[in-house]
């Protein structure tokens, strides 16, 4: 164990030979997982229903939203087993509320970096600088990131349907009420698109029982939306691969584990 001069000797000798280069290094990963979901990259995303006809069309990402898109939709409950085409607004682009949260914690990190970087270029070695400040500063930029990931991987329930009423201004023409289309981040990579086919509850005869009569299920599946009981006639979920975030979730890690190795040298010195 080290004394506790010897300590703050070793803390000085990193704090000027160690830590300039992996604040600069961190702040390299942050950017490059900023750039590839910079604004002006655009990317046209397959979507496929995987060993099935369903869902069939492709979108274009820009940034943090979907600015073009048409999916050839066949369902086998909906519009009669008819082909029907949705397509993206080209007046309204689609936010993915996960991706513009992600950047925004990237953002605060790379601020709470280069503030770390301007605090060590003014104390220049002077010991204004405390080891316990570093640590906490390198633990609230760890903290950042990875709460930008767990937000890009872990959509909120709560924003999506039956519990979030669907928005078909999205569209053009806007979407049937009996229609719901979503899109969000599955993961660091993935885009999902979630789509259901909806029947309201007629008043006077239960759903199950209209179901039945129209032979539409054996196994109906029942919710609530918008306050109403409805009927799920048809669901589809599926997931396209985004080609540039490839290596974002190795950019984000590398940030991640920077901060620890920091934090875990220095705790062995106080």
């Known amino acids: 164990m080290l004394s506790t001069s010897d300590a703050q000797i070793e803390f000085e000798w990193i704090l000027r030979h160690r830590l300039p280069d992996i604040l600069s290094r961190i702040l390299e990963h942050l950017n490059n997982s900023l750039q590839v979901s910079a604004k002006d990259k655009k990317q046209t995303l397959a979507v496929t229903a ?3 006809d369903m869902v069939k069309g492709v979108v274009t990402l820009d940034g943090s939203a979907l600015v073009k898109g048409e999916l050839n939709l066949k369902l086998p409950h909906y519009n ?9 607004s080209p007046s309204i682009i689609y936010p993915l509320h996960q991706l513009e949260s992600f950047r925004h914690c990237l953002h605060l990190a790379v601020s709470q970096v280069e503030a770390m970087q301007s605090m060590l270029l003014e104390d220049d070695g002077a010991g204004g600088v405390e080891c316990t400040w570093i640590v906490n500063q390198f633990l609230a930029v760890q903290k950042i990131v990875q709460e930008g990931v767990k937000i890009l991987c872990v959509v909120d329930e709560e924003k999506l349907f039956p519990i979030r009423e669907g928005d078909g201004k999205f569209f053009a023409p806007e979407l049937a009420e009996d229609l719901i289309v979503e899109f969000y981040m599955a993961g660091m990579s993935s885009l999902a698109i979630s789509i259901y086919a909806i029947a309201y509850h007629q008043n006077g005869i239960p759903l199950q029982i209209q179901s039945q009569i129209m032979s539409r299920f054996k196994n109906t599946k029942i919710e609530t939306y918008k306050g109403k009981p409805i009927e799920i006639l048809d669901e ?3 997931e396209s691969k985004i080609p540039n975030f490839a290596g974002l979730e ?7 584990g920077l901060c620890e190795s920091v934090v875990g040298l220095l705790e062995a010195l106080r």
């Open 236 to 238: 589809v979920y599926l």
């Open 50 to 52: 995987p060993n099935n």
């Open 250 to 256: 190795k950019e984000v890690q590398g940030a991640i």
């Open 80 to 88: 009669r087993s008819q082909a029907l085409k949705v397509s993206l």
